[in-house]
């Protein structure tokens, strides 16, 4: 038996719980229904499964019992990944002293357990955190659709512009079309200021325009490959374990391989940037450990931009930091930056135009994915 609430108003998806026992599910329902919560219950599995058949894509966190008659909450969450369903953030209730079972959920997909009797504060924490991560993969989502509209109408724009400029930008649209089909984690604002920053630095060099454009056109797609990165890598919240930092690193072979196949010199430059933007110039970076100017002056130029833009930028897992704080980040470092990983002469570009640099970050906050 299932009972469905009214969504309407709440701005977030369903929550289902699936317990066996009537009091704990109208307590649970009723508990996380006064928080705002949207709640649909089952009283076993195979109830749950037609739920989840029923409003597809509206349920986005189940909470389930453990032990029920018939098949087990465990059983339930390996159907769920069975059949293709790995974003469902599902959460396990489970009675004290079945640690070991608890610890195997986590093992199969369950993002969260708690301990019968509940404590509905942990519960409702539970259920927030669950529903945040939900929510950060529909924007994640979104701005996909939206990266891939603004790159169709640029490219538009564009279209007067002449020989190779124009049909490099084409390209890259042709390209981030198929990226699409991967995940991707920047925000829009991000990438876009990565190229503004990459080209003035290309133009305070000295650069032709048509190289100064080269890169500013390429310097966005420098971390495309994140989006051949799992959602559960990119978006954790806590420290990565040494085998999720180096699938991270893939990210650069990825985004090589997905922008290497065209020879227009746009999509070269931007190949070139994809694959060598976290080598540093005192040879500790990846994934060829390269050092000094062993590293293309491209990808050189584009890890200042990134760090100073990452540095300034929120994100999910930090504030954002201001313009002064970063800049003595970059020249003294921190327990993550240090001077010894970036081109002396660009550092020292970079602090001959703060201004610039201010400048491009604050009147570009309105770029879409923001």
Not at 9 to 15: D, E, F, Q, R, Y
Not at 187 to 196: L, S
Request: hydrophobic fraction near 40%; charge should be negative.
């Amino acid at each position: 038996m299932m009972n469905t609430e009214e969504t309407a108003g709440t701005g977030s998806g369903l929550v289902l719980i699936v317990d066996d026992e009537d009091i704990v599910r109208t307590s649970v329902v009723g508990y996380l229904s006064i928080k705002g919560i949207n709640c649909i219950e089952a009283s076993n599995a195979d109830a749950a499964l037609e739920a989840l058949e029923a409003n597809g894509d509206a349920i986005e966190i189940v909470v389930s019992d453990l032990k029920m008659p018939g098949k087990t909450g465990l059983e339930l969450l390996g159907e769920i990944r069975d059949r293709g369903n790995e974003e469902l953030e599902f959460i396990i209730m489970t009675a004290h002293g079945d640690a070991e079972s608890a610890i195997g959920a986590l093992r199969r997909g369950a993002t969260d357990f708690l301990v019968k009797p509940l404590e509905f504060t942990y519960l409702h924490d539970a259920v927030k955190q669950a529903g945040e991560r939900a929510h950060l993969r529909r924007s994640q989502r979104q701005f996909r659709l939206n990266l891939i509209e603004e790159v169709n109408r640029k490219a538009g724009e564009v279209r007067s512009l002449a020989g190779k400029v124009n049909a490099a930008y084409e390209d890259s649209v042709r390209h981030l079309a198929v990226a699409a089909e991967f995940r991707d984690t920047d925000t829009g604002a991000h990438i876009w200021r990565i190229g503004a920053y990459s080209g003035m630095i290309a133009r305070l060099l000295g650069w032709t325009e048509e190289k100064a454009k080269e890169i500013e056109l390429a310097a966005p797609l420098h971390d495309i490959g994140k989006i051949g990165i799992p959602d559960s890598i990119l978006i954790k919240a806590g420290n990565l374990s040494p085998e999720e930092q180096e699938a991270i690193k893939e990210h650069c072979m990825i985004g090589h391989k997905i922008l290497s196949v065209s020879d227009q010199p746009v999509m070269e430059c931007a190949a070139i940037i994809a694959l060598t933007h976290h080598e540093r110039w005192d040879g500790s970076g990846y994934p060829a450990g390269l050092c000094g100017k062993e590293i293309p002056i491209v990808a050189r130029i584009v890890t200042l931009c990134d760090v100073y833009d990452a540095l300034r930028s929120p994100r999910p897992y930090k504030a954002a930091i201001p313009h002064e704080t970063v800049i003595d980040t970059i020249v003294n470092g921190d327990d993550r930056t240090r001077p010894s990983h970036f081109d002396p002469e660009l550092v020292e570009l970079f602090l001959g135009n703060l201004d610039e640099f201010d400048a491009i970050y604050s009147q570009s906050r309105g770029q879409p994915g923001v």
